[in-house]
Every structure is written in structure tokens, then in C-alpha cells.
């Protein structure tokens, strides 16, 4: 079978299984689009605030405490919660490093932010022939099929 | 030219959200920042860089019957002097919009729908989408999602006259979930046919369509432990492309224990990117990192340290070092240190330099009161052996503002450095930010 057809067999079953469990969709509660109260400057942890009690499928708040680890390794979660990120997060939080085409780096547009963790700080013209070499994925995964125009300037 | 009527229409097509914002509960997120540069580079000429650069974000909700909501979020950027950087700045205008879209949210099963300009990261799936998207959480733990549309083409790759992108892609992911502690997620995505580069011998065997399958796991099997990842397969090359996943450990509320594991087989990985591809004989076959990592929370303060070992065809390197981050006075106030050091073997060194590995230290510090707000940020790398005859690369910055109200303050930064490509580099940029929010409750 071809990929094509068992991608569209895949979309076809998830349809299926849409559709008639449709019935019961309006029973499932839905996450607030905003969070309800002000957050707090800086960094913040849902546990701080949110009793670590899980409801239905729901994943415990403490799984999305904003630790370093957390942050460094935020792409798991954005690939399966975004629903829940989009509670505290605009999706422009997401664009201001994950975009297909950047005026500045993130680091020079947020100059007043040293606390956020900016990719390529400082002179990473020089450090990106370093880590480029020993990490290609880690630009991939970012930077994706962008081609930027700083980029092809050089990898032609 | 196209690009030229894209800047025109840009700040036209953002002024028309204004009356809607308006009426609606809205938010708008504007900044704008002027930066001045003087570029002199030994054996070029000099110039003087001004761009003036605008960021705007407009999302409005509550529209129609309370349901849907548009959200737009790009930049423009006009070059106020007279000389171009031709390198990295070739037009005098330029912009993009990063997404805009229109949402409907249902009440129930975090269903919504959206059409437009959107991100899509679902799964595997990392993709700007110019098309339409839903999702919908099901009955007994299932949930599923989709995307359809065309894709958002880039600059096309010099000498190949494409950028490597087909025009459609579309994908979507199943998922199940159970009580808080397993998540299954199956995604796909499939792009219409890349087209054949300018110079196809350049990229032979290593770069074709964009067709990914994949799954993905998140499993919390005792309070304490957590496990996430992903595995990607590309079809176009039958070759499981990618393995990343992190066991996360935490004996207590203040401990968290992380280990992680990423695998790339580089042709299977990269085999979309026409830019990647034609790197790709020097990358090897297979990229290899695991590490660890500890972070402690004390009252205000984190302390962490972390270790992760590279392992390439072309060699090897291990990166080992730490962070201590504090926070005071109800947040107001913000200060780290970090240093790490990378030891690496020569076969990353930039080219004409015989070692690869370099320290890295950095500090900031932070005040953010209701009046003024300050930063301080330094960073430094130094080389083990000189780069470019140079044994460091550094920078000082200095950030300094004012809140004119709650929604509106202006800042300025300056900086100021010495590295391979400059033996003085000063840099300043003025920045006026205005974020206005009509709706209740918080969002960053």
C-alpha cells in the first residue's frame, strides 16, 4: 500500500471514530481559553498555585511546573498540550523564536528580558560553526525548513 | 516586488483590525524598535545600519456569537539609511506575517477549528500551514486532530531556483490518553511531491519529499517519574529518521532528575531540507547526544548542572557545566550565572582553528519595578584555542526603561563586544512596547 493511502486510511479512521463519538463530545469539559486570573511576572510554576489533583484525562499540573528542565525541553510538551499552553501562552510567545522568517534574534528583541531563555545570545556567528557541526538537529528542530536568508547567504 | 506590496499592505491590513478590536474583548501587542549599527569590516566598506522594525500582534476575541476570534501576529522592517547591507538586509523593506487566522472554539472537548496562516505542532508535525486546521478531544481518552492546506514557502536556496518545499501538505495526529498518567500519540504528515532542484546532482540521495510518520509517548507510571518522547519514520526513505526522549525523576517537590537521549540518522532526518541536504555529506550518518541534568529548588532560588555527550562519525565532544537563577522581591528582581565548558574534538573546530572546545560564562541581573525597569546581561566564550585569531568572544549589555503606564514603556539597550568577526562591535536600539489587553484575566 502506498504511504499516501495509509495516511489518508489513518485520517479516515480518526474521522470514523470523530463521528461517532460525537454524541457524547458536549460532556467533555473544555481547558479556559485564557487563564482566568493575572499571572505573576517572570517565570511561573502551575503548581504554585493549583492543587496537584488530576481530572479525567487531564495530565497533573505539576508536569508543567516551569523548571529549566522543563523550558530546555519544552518541544515534548508543545507537540501534545498546546491546547493547554495556549491557556497562560499567546501563540506569539511561541512565534517570538519558532517563526519562518526573523527580522532580529529573539535575544536582541527581548535585550530587556536577560531572564528568558533566548537562543544564540551573544556572538553565536562564530559559536553556530561550532554547535552547527556537533548538533545539526538542534538547529533543525527550530529553525525547520526555513532557509532564512541569513542562513543561504552562506550554505549555498 | 511582491515583497515590496506586502510591506505596504502590512501596517494597512493591521490598522483594519483596530475598529473590530474595538468592540471585542482584544488585545494588542505592538513594539517597535529602532536599532542603530555601524558595520566596519576590514577591507568593506563602512556603513551605517538604521532599520526600523515593527512587531505587531492583534487578537480579538468574543466576535460573532462569542465563539470566534482572529488572531495576526507579524513584522515590518523599513532600512532608514540610504546604504543596504546587502547581505543581510538585500531590500530596503521586508516583512512577513508569522500567522493570522480566524478560530471558532466550541464549548466542550477543547474542540476548535481555525482557517488561515498557523503553526501546526502536533506530534511530529512542525509546519506554518497556510490552510485549515481542527481538533477535538473524544470520548474515553481519544483525541484527534488534522491539518490541510498549502505550505508557506521561504527564500529559495541560491543556484537551485526552489526553496524545497512542495505547495500542499496535510497530516494529522490520533491520540489517547489515560487518567493522568499515559499519553499515545500516532501523527503523520504528508507534503505534495518537492520539486526538483536547479542543480539536482548537488542533493543526489539525500533530499526528497516531506512524508513523516510518527508516535509519541508521555508516561507518568509512578508519581515520581516521567517519561516523554518521540520517534519519527520517513516514508520517502523507509528509515526511522529521528529517536529524542527524556526519563524527568523527581524524589521531591524541590529535586528534578532528567536524562535524555536523541538520535538523528541525518539523510532520513534531514531529507526535506534542501539547505540541510546539501550539507549533508559532511554531517555523517548518524548524530548521537544523551545527557543528564539535576536542578534544585531552594526557596527563590534553582540551582542546576547538566552533562550531555555527542557522539558523531566526525567525532566526539561532552558539554558539562551549571546555572544558579534567584529570584527576589516578589519577582521583581532576577539574577543568574551559568558556565559551562565544551571539550571537543578538533573535527568541529571553525575551520583554521585547532580545537573546538570553549568555555562558556554568563550573568544577568534584572529590576523590574512599577516605575523604571534595568538589566544587565554578560556573555562570553572562550576559545581554547584562538578562532579567527581570536582567543574570545564577549558581550556586555546594558538595558534601561520606563514604564510610561501599565501598558506602555519605552526602553533603550546598548552593547558593546569584541569576537572573531569584530574587534569592536557597539550596537544600540531604542524600543517602544505598548501591550493593551480589554479582556479579563492573564496571558503572556
Known sequence: MRVSHQIIALLALAGLLALSACAQLKALPNLPASHPEELARGAVSCSECHEDQQSGSMKPFAAFNHTQTFIKNHRFYAGSDEVLCASCHKVSFCADCHSHKTDMKPSTKYGSRPDRMMPHRGDFLTLHKIEGKLDPASCYRCHGRGNNEQCVACHR | MKKALFCRLFPLLLLTTVPAAALAESSVDSTTILRVRQDARAGFETQTLVPLTQYLGVDIDKLGDGNLSAHLYGWGRLDLDDSMDTVDNPDRFDGSLSYGYLQYRFNYANARARAGRFFVTEGIANELVDGITARTDLPYGFGVSAFGGATVHTVDIPGMATDGKGDGIFGGRVNYRHKGMLELGLSGLYESKAPEPAAPGSAADSFGSHRLLGGDIWLKPHNMVQISGHTSY????????????????????????????????????????????????????????????????????????????????????????????????????????????????????????????????????????????????????????????????????????????????????????????????????LRVTYNMNTGKGGTK
Open chain 2, 234 to 429: 520517513n516514508t520517502e526513505t523507509q528509515q526511522i529518521a529521528e529517536h529524542s526522549y527524556l526519563l524527568q525523576v523527581t524524589p521531591s517537590k524541590e529535586l528534578v532528575l532528567a536524562a535524555n537521549f536523541d538520535e538523528q540518522n541525518n539523510r532520513d532526518y534531514f531529507y526535506s531540507s534542501l539547505l540541510f541536504a546539501n550539507m549533508i555529506r559532511n554531517l555523517g550518518r548518524d548524530s548521537r547526544t544523551a545527557g543528564a541534568s539535576a536542578s534544585y529548588t531552594l526557596g527563590k532560588a534553582e540551582i542546576s548542572g547538566d552533562f550531555k555527550h555527542y557522539s558523531r562519525e566526525t567525532g566526539k565532544a561532552q558539554r558539562f557545566g551549571g546555572e544558579l537563577r534567584g529570584t527576589l522581591l516578589d519577582n521583581s528582581v532576577r539574577t543568574g550565572f551559568g558556565y559551562h565548558y565544551l571539550r571537543s574534538s578538533p573535527d568541529f573546530a571553525v575551520a583554521g582553528s585547532a580545537s573546538g572546545s570553549f568555555h562558556e560564562v554568563r550573568a544577568y541581573a534584572l529590576c523590574d519595578t512599577k516605575g523604571y525597569f534595568a538589566a544587565l546581561d554578560a556573555i562570553g566564550y572562550f576559545f581554547k584555542k584562538p578562532v579567527e585569531n581570536s582567543d574570545s568572544a564577549w558581550e556586555l549589555l546594558g538595558s534601561l526603561g520606563y514604564h510610561l503606564t501599565p501598558a506602555f514603556e519605552l526602553s533603550g539597550d546598548l552593547s558593546y563586544g569584541q569576537n572573531p568577526q569584530y574587534d569592536d562591535e557597539l550596537k544600540g536600539l
